[in-house]
């Protein structure tokens, strides 16, 4: 379903050489397949989960996602692959203050191809808590009620792959359970193969495969052998 092969991604830095963030020989997850990818602050982990997604072009390489090369799209196609294949949980919410948690969510298939349903809108807010609170905006909505709504709107429209990005990290410990399994069962029902990075260990024993972005990342590698030299 995912697959990619020596991709690379580095930012300019001003009078100084580029700086690495990913060096990826080969990563796959298959269809339907829920997997963990933890690693320590500044690895990279949201920097590869945005180059999957298509929201930063990789420099060079492969992200093939459900049998498309997302590097030789153009930007609006990536847009237009993301809108149909990809569902994100964004770590800071990303929802719209001027609209009610119904509409956020809803606005989550606009930009899909083919259909809308507001009875699937709603019926997800109610799977997460929030049936009672449709109609209410984020601003009188809670930190972890806020979350809820982003992952109902990332799984709305019914994506083939799940980027999900810290979902727990904001939400008190009564409801971390919820989101997940929200997620996982969500997934699983409709055939959605899902990374999600985590910092929770209690959250990553939930799930069979769990990967190290060191492991994986050549730049990881690099840095932690430096950093080992050093010492």
Same mark, same amino acid.
């Given at each position: ?5 020596? %991709? ?54 492969? %992200? %093939? ?18 809108? &149909? ?36 809108? /709603? ?21 972890? /009620?806020?979350?809820? %709504? ?66 994986? &990342? ?10 080992? /030299?050093?010492?």
């Amino acid at each position: 379903m995912l697959q990619l092969e020596n %991709v690379k991604k580095s930012y300019p830095q001003y009078g100084q050489e580029p700086l690495e963030i990913l060096e990826i020989p080969s990563f796959k997850v298959a269809a339907a397949e829920q997997m963990v990818l933890v690693g320590r602050s500044g690895s990279g982990k949201t920097t590869m989960l945005h180059t999957i997604a298509g929201i930063t072009k990789a420099d060079s390489g492969k %992200v %093939v996602i459900d049998k498309v090369d997302m590097l030789r799209l153009s930007e609006s196609g990536r847009d237009r692959l993301r809108a &149909n294949k990809i569902g994100y949980v964004f770590q800071t919410f990303n929802l719209l203050q001027s609209f009610t948690a119904l509409e956020n969510v809803l606005i989550g298939m606009t930009f899909s191809r083919g259909w809308s349903s507001r009875k699937r809108a /709603e019926e997800l807010l109610q799977r997460v808590g929030l049936g009672h609170r449709l109609h209410h905006k984020p601003d009188s909505l809670s930190v972890g /009620e806020q979350q809820r %709504v982003a992952v109902a709107r990332a799984l709305v429209k019914k994506p083939r792959l799940l980027l999900a990005d810290e979902p727990t990290a904001n939400v008190d410990p009564s409801n971390q359970e919820l989101i997940i399994e929200l997620l996982r069962e969500t997934c699983r029902e409709e055939k959605v193969a899902m990374i999600l990075v985590t910092h929770s260990m209690e959250v990553s024993e939930q799930f069979d495969r769990v990967e190290k972005l060191e492991d994986i &990342n050549l730049v990881g590698k690099k840095t932690v052998k430096g950093e080992t /030299e050093a010492v």
